[in-house]
């Protein structure tokens, strides 16, 4: 036996140890578990049997996990008052990754036997979490980018319509100078979380969502006469892309720009640049964008290139204001863009 083997063991199973960290993370998420951890006394955690009791999980399995991510560095006193340690408080920031990739993805990986020898065929994910996580991440990069965008418009949009709203709280962050809004998502589940999150906010009067594909709501939408409003599409025309071609894409860009006479839209879409070594050498690009990119190699969603984007728009009829892109300290990868269209 090598003298070295059992350090490089550990070295090469490095990747099962965060794999299942990453899964027990996304649940202690989801479930509710680090934030109740995280509140501060006297709302605290007293012991494991009140805290199963909260969350509705059976104490001795919820001890189990409190073991092992305690041995993670996450918790502490995983048998006495479990609390959350300064790592785990980090990890609860980034929340909404874990939803999208764990949550939104877990499953997708299981599926690679059969979808890597048929072109035709592809992974599932799971729509209400990508929604939830990409509208989570989304506060922190695309909101603010399509906010910079808006406020290059002329006028102050008329109603802001977000095609491929997810959960809703994208759009109702972008409405809360006042502005009306209409939210388009065909996955049901994140129309309900949509309109409750409107609901709790008090702004079902002025936001209202619809269950619908991004170009069956404008295929079946009247245009209109006056107004301005922005049509928003965040990450959404990458799935018409590959789902219905690029022609249907190229009708979805027009029909919005056509809609009104002072009509706009704002796209977000990532740049596809897999094998940049800007991208592959990049702590973010490495850490994010090489399984994002991946991902949607294999799942319904085509990711294209920014001149691929730029022409597409130019064939739509539309004429790019401004390109921009995330705040550095946010992303410095410049990978995701956002384009502010008018028509021609």
Partial sequence: ???????????????IRHFFLAQ????????????????????????VDSLAQDLNLHP???TGLLRYLEGEGIVTDAEGAPAITAKGREFLEFRPWYELLIGGYGAT????PEVMADRKRFASRNGTMVGLGSC?????DAVPLVKQLIALLPEPPSALV???????????????????GIGVDPTPGSIDIARRAAAERGMSDQVRFVTATAEGYMAQVTPETTGAPCFVTAFSLQEVLEQQGRDATVEVVRSALAHAPAAHLAIV????????PAVTRHGLGNAYYNPYYFLHQITEQRLETRTFWEELIKEAGGEVVDCLTTA?????????????VRGQ
């Fill in 1 to 15: 036996m090598q003298p070295d083997f059992e350090q490089r063991l550990i070295t090469a199973i490095q990747p």
């Fill in 24 to 47: 027990c993370l996304e649940f202690a998420m989801t479930s509710g578990l680090l934030s109740r951890l995280s509140e501060a006394p006297p709302a605290g955690v007293d012991s």
């Fill in 60 to 62: 001795e399995r919820l």
């Fill in 109 to 112: 990986l299981r599926e690679l």
């Fill in 136 to 140: 989570g991440m989304s506060r922190f």
């Fill in 162 to 180: 977000d095609l491929g709203c997810g959960d809703g709280t994208f759009l109702l962050d972008l409405c809360e100078g006042g502005s009306p």
């Fill in 269 to 276: 879409e990532v740049d596809h640049r897999p094998l940049d």
């Fill in 328 to 340: 550095p300290e946010v992303d410095s990868t410049g990978l995701e863009l956002g384009f502010l």
